[in-house]
């Protein structure tokens, strides 16, 4: 099995800055994609940033391009978000995830394994 745990998260005012990790154990993750998603009360969960099995490529589909990014030391079987400029709106639940694939992209389509999340709260 595979266990995702998640850190780093907090409260933070509004122009601040927070960087979440991510370590992953139990069987390797070998080929896998990963991401962050983050989820609010009464949406769904959209996908924040990803990031290919070798750090070569990374994909971010919403509106944190230029201020979160998502990297991975396959050494020590992390990943890392670090958010800079957050705002309120970025208040949610922020979830680690993996997907055996080979763009991060594919994260889109489908999770294989789930964090529990960790809260990152805004004040504005």
């Known amino acids: 099995q595979v266990q995702l745990v998640e850190s780093g998260g907090g409260l933070v005012q509004a122009g601040g800055s927070l960087r979440l990790s991510c370590v992953h154990s139990?069987?390797?993750?070998?080929?896998?994609?990963m991401g962050w998603f983050r989820q609010t009360p009464g949406k769904e969960r959209e996908l924040v940033a990803a990031?290919?099995?070798?750090?070569?490529?990374?994909h971010y589909p919403g509106t944190v391009k230029g201020r979160f990014t998502i990297s991975r030391d396959n050494t020590k079987n992390t990943v890392h978000l670090q958010m800079n400029s957050l705002n309120p709106e970025d208040t949610a639940v922020y979830y680690c995830a993996a997907r055996r694939a080979v763009q991060a992209f594919d994260l889109e389509s489908g999770v294989d394994y789930w964090g529990k999340g960790t809260l990152v709260t805004v004040s504005s």
């Open positions: 990031i290919n099995w070798i750090g070569s490529s990374t």
């Open positions: 139990g069987r390797p993750l070998s080929n896998y994609a």
